[in-house]
């Protein structure tokens, strides 16, 4: 950053009196500018023993799956933003079942929530940003072209969750990229 939202004048990176973190700060009208992570907000929908994957038709990772998941948007709870994004990347209605994993991805400033959502019904299609939707039994999910470290986690996860039957929240700190 180098210059302040406010005022338009040159910021420094400096420790504001009462903080203890360097920030940056407007060297005329002293406005202090946080950077702090981003909330994703992600579903994994569930119908009968199945998940619905996306195969993403954007960059980054063009053509590779994921399960439903973006940035929160201003005035939207983490379950709405998830069922949002449920809804425009795969054209499928959910009911949140809970809050399955929170991820925090400190190396670049994203914070992962991630929910289980019962699909209301089978019914699904590609939205503009997926190239193609299916359901994967969890035998079939395509490890080897998933898009993303943080997704491949979350997948894991569950799928051992399934196994055992039972289902917590899942808390993690990926400090580093996993493997792809």
């Not at 406010?6 to 009196?17: D, L, M, N």
């Not at 209605?93 to 209301?120: C, K, T």
């Amino acid at each position: 950053m180098k210059y302040c939202s406010r005022c338009g004048a040159s910021v420094s990176q400096k420790v504001p009196p009462g903080d203890n973190l360097p920030r940056h700060v407007c060297n005329q009208c002293e406005e202090i500018h946080y950077h702090n992570p981003k909330i994703v907000a992600g579903c994994i929908p569930e119908w009968e023993d199945q998940v619905l994957l996306c195969r993403r038709a954007i960059e980054p990772r063009l053509g590779l799956w994921t399960f439903p998941a973006g940035f929160m948007e201003l005035g939207e709870s983490t379950e709405e933003a998830a069922i949002r994004e449920t809804k425009e990347e795969a054209q499928a209605d959910v009911e949140i079942s809970g809050l399955y994993a929170v991820l925090s991805l400190p190396h670049i400033g994203q914070v992962y929530l991630v929910f289980r959502g019962r699909m209301l019904a089978p019914t699904f299609e590609a939205g503009t940003e997926s190239l193609e939707v299916r359901l994967f039994s969890l035998s079939t999910i395509p490890w080897e072209q998933i898009a993303f470290p943080v997704v491949r986690e979350a997948l894991r996860r569950y799928v051992d969750d399934v196994a055992t039957g039972r289902f917590g929240v899942h808390l993690a700190s990926l400090h580093d990229r996993l493997p792809s």
